[in-house]
Nanobody, 123 residues
């Protein structure tokens, strides 16, 4: 059973930093990519940032220059360093991972999601 567990959310001041972490665990055989999406109240879930197994990154235009995604391959963990936070960054942040795992005796590639962590930017 693959699990993604996020941590690091909470309340942040406008202009301040916050760091999110997401650790993947289970019978993981390989990770192709990991990323972060977010969903604000009344809005659709949107891509924030992603990183491939080769280290290629991509960002939403709204967070470029403020957010940095990174990963620790050995720990199957992805991070999102957020800085210069704005009230409009307030959302539930979801981690995801495109990976292959041993599931009921078979190797299956699937996109997994974490349960989400709340980020609130407010003074």
């Amino acid at each position: 059973q693959v699990q993604l567990v996020e941590s690091g959310g909470g309340l942040a001041q406008p202009g301040g930093p916050l760091r999110l972490s997401c650790a993947a665990s289970g019978s993981i055989l390989g990770i192709y990519a990991m990323g972060w999406n977010r969903q604000a109240p009344g809005k659709q879930r949107e891509l924030v940032a992603g990183i491939t197994s080769g280290g290629t990154t991509n960002y939403a235009d709204s967070v470029k220059g403020r957010f940095t995604i990174s990963r620790d391959i050995a720990k199957n963990t992805v991070y999102l360093q957020m800085s210069s936070l704005k009230p409009e960054d307030t959302a539930v942040y979801y981690c995801n991972a495109d990976l292959k795992a041993l599931t009921t005796g078979r190797v299956i590639r699937e996109l997994y999601w974490g349960q989400g962590t709340q980020v609130t930017v407010s003074s």
